[in-house]
C-alpha cells in the first residue's frame, strides 16, 4: 500500500507541472477560478472576472534570468588562473630554541682563515668605519696606466661603499682617502718575483714600498685599509688580497690589498666589484663554496654573481645579524618545527635564520633571499636556502654546501648557467637527517618547516 501512495504522490506534481508549461493559454480564453495563473509563451496571464465570464487577462512578459557563467568561462582563454590564498602556517614558540651561543661554531683552524663565529683581530673591524687608502705606484720596469685613477675612484670604491652599506644594513662605513698622482718606486716590479706566485713572492713588500713613499702625503693613524694600484704592465700573474706586516702612523697593518687596471690573471679590465671580492679577504671572508660548481651566490664566490649578497652565516660572523635574529635548535628536532624567516636583503630586526646545530663546528642553515641592492634575482629565482656550514673547512674547500633540487639556473649574458637552487613554495629537500620545506612563499620572507627525514 505505502509503494501506491509514493507513485500517486510522484504523479501529482507530474501533472501539475505539464498542465502550467504545456496547456495553451490565450487573452480573452476562459479559466476556472480568479486569481490563478499560468504562464504560456513567455507571459504571466491572470484569471479575471469580464462581466459574468471567467477569463485570462492580457498577461505581462516574464523575464528571462541570463545564466551566471562560471569562474572558468567567465576567464580569458589565456588568462592564467589566480593563485590560491594559504593561510599563514602556525609558528613553533621560541621557548623551543636554544641559546643562539649553541649555534656560535668554532673553528680548529690555525693557519689560515675560517668561518668560525670568533674572527681574528687581525682582520678588519666589520662594524663603524673603515677608511681606505689608495695608493698608485709605479716601476722602473712598469709606466703608470691611468685609466687606474677612474676606474678605481669612480667604478670600485663606490661599488664597495655601496656593497657593504647595504649588506651591513648600515653598520659598516667605508670611506677613502686617496690622490691622484703616482709614486714611483725605485726597483724594477720584477725584483718582488710576483710571476712565480709561491713562497718567494713579496707581495708584503709591494706594500711596504707604497706605504714608505706616500707616507709623506697620508696619515696612516687615521687609515685602516691599505690598496695599492699597479701598473697593467707590472710583473705579476695575479693581484688581490695578501697578508702583511706594516708599522706605521702608530698602528700595525695585517691586510693589504694590490690591484691594477688590467687584471693580469686573464689579462681583462677589473671586474666592477674586484674590490668588494677582495676587501672581503681583509674583513676575513674566505672562498666560501665548491669550486668544482658554478654556484649564482656570493661575492666572494665570483664578483659576478647574480645573487652577489653574503651568506646569511656571513653576516651573523661580522656582527651585521644579531644572535637575536637567530632561531638556534640546539639538536635535530624530535617534532617538526615551523617558523619564518625574513629575507636577509632587509634591513629589521626580524628572525634571519634558523640554524640547527650539528656539532661543535658544523650546523645547517636556512635563510631567504630576495631582490635587493646586492641580489639581482627573478621572482622565480627568490626562495630558501639550506645549507650546511663546516667552519673546520678553509677556503676553497666548501666550507658551505647548498643542498638543493638542482633548480632554478640563472643563465648569464654570455651563455653560462649558474646553480641557484632556490626552493620555492611547496618544495623540499631532505639533508643530515631534517626534511627542510617551504610552507609558504611571502613577500618578504618564508614560512619553513624542519623536521625528521
Known amino acids: 500500500m505505502r509503494k501506491h501512495l509514493r507513485l500517486v504522490a510522484l ?4 501533472v501539475l507541472v505539464a498542465s502550467n508549461s504545456y496547456a495553451a493559454v490565450k487573452a480573452g480564453s476562459a479559466c476556472s477560478k480568479v486569481g490563478s495563473k499560468s504562464v504560456s509563451g513567455g507571459k504571466s496571464y491572470t484569471c479575471v472576472k469580464s462581466g459574468k465570464k471567467l477569463v485570462w487577462d492580457k498577461g ?3 523575464p528571462v534570468a541570463k545564466p551566471k557563467a562560471s569562474a572558468s568561462a567567465s576567464a580569458a582563454p589565456n588568462e592564467p588562473a589566480k593563485p590560491v590564498t594559504i593561510a599563514d602556517p602556525e609558528l613553533s614558540p621560541k621557548s623551543i630554541y636554544s641559546d643562539a651561543s649553541m649555534c656560535q661554531l668554532k673553528s680548529s683552524i690555525t ?6 663565529y670568533q674572527m681574528d683581530p687581525m682582520f678588519l673591524n666589520s662594524t663603524g668605519t673603515v677608511n681606505l687608502a689608495i695608493i698608485y705606484t709605479t716601476y722602473t720596469d712598469a709606466a703608470g696606466d691611468d685609466r687606474a685613477f677612474a676606474e678605481y675612484e669612480k667604478v670600485q670604491f663606490p661599488e664597495v661603499a655601496k656593497f657593504y652599506s647595504n649588506s651591513s644594513y648600515g653598520r659598516l662605513k667605508i670611506t677613502l682617502t686617496t690622490n691622484n698622482k703616482y709614486y714611483n718606486i725605485n726597483k724594477p716590479s720584477a725584483s718582488y718575483n710576483l710571476e712565480a706566485m709561491n713562497e718567494t713572492s713579496r707581495f708584503s713588500d709591494v706594500a711596504l714600498d707604497a706605504v714608505n713613499a706616500a707616507k709623506g702625503d697620508y696619515d696612516f693613524s687615521k687609515i685602516d685599509a691599505i690598496l695599492v694600484v699597479m701598473p697593467s704592465s707590472a710583473k705579476t700573474v695575479d693581484l688581490g ?4 706586516r706594516i708599522n706605521e702612523g702608530g698602528k700595525t697593518f695585517y691586510q693589504g690589498i694590490t690591484a691594477s687596471y688590467i687584471n693580469p690573471s686573464d689579462k681583462r679590465p677589473v671586474f666592477p666589484r674586484f674590490l668588494v671580492h677582495e676587501i672581503g679577504h681583509n674583513f676575513g671572508l674566505i672562498h666560501p663554496l665548491p669550486q668544482q660548481t658554478r654556484y649564482g651566490w656570493d661575492v666572494m664566490a665570483w664578483e659576478e654573481n647574480p645573487g652577489a649578497d653574503l651568506f646569511g652565516w656571513e653576516k ?3 656582527k651585521w645579524i644579531d644572535p637575536t635574529q637567530v632561531n638556534c635548535l640546539a639538536s635535530i628536532p624530535n617534532e617538526p618545527v615551523t617558523s619564518f624567516v625574513e629575507a636577509t636583503g632587509i634591513a629589521s630586526s626580524n628572525t634571519k635564520m634558523n640554524i640547527v646545530r650539528l656539532s661543535e663546528s658544523k650546523a645547517l642553515v636556512i ?10 634575482l627573478a621572482p622565480n629565482e627568490e626562495g630558501v ?3 650546511t656550514i663546516d667552519v673546520n673547512l678553509g677556503s676553497n674547500r666548501a666550507p658551505i654546501k647548498l643542498f638543493s633540487n638542482g633548480k632554478p639556473v640563472h643563465t648569464m649574458p654570455n651563455g653560462n648557467r649558474l646553480l641557484l637552487g632556490s626552493l620555492q613554495e611547496g618544495e623540499s629537500v631532505s639533508v643530515e637527517g631534517m626534511k627542510v620545506t617551504v610552507l609558504k612563499h611571502g613577500q618578504s620572507g618564508d614560512f619553513i618547516s624542519i623536521s625528521k627525514a
Do not use: F, H, N, Q
Request: hydrophobic share 50%; no cysteine; proline share 3%.
Open 60 to 62: 505581462v512578459l516574464v
Open 11 to 14: 504523479l501529482i506534481p507530474m
Open 367 to 376: 635563510e631567504s633571499r630576495r631582490k635587493s641592492a646586492a641580489d639581482e
Open 316 to 318: 651573523y660572523i661580522l
Open 385 to 387: 636556502l639550506v645549507y
Open 241 to 244: 688580497a695578501m697578508g702583511v
Open 111 to 116: 693557519t689560515e682563515a675560517d668561518l668560525g
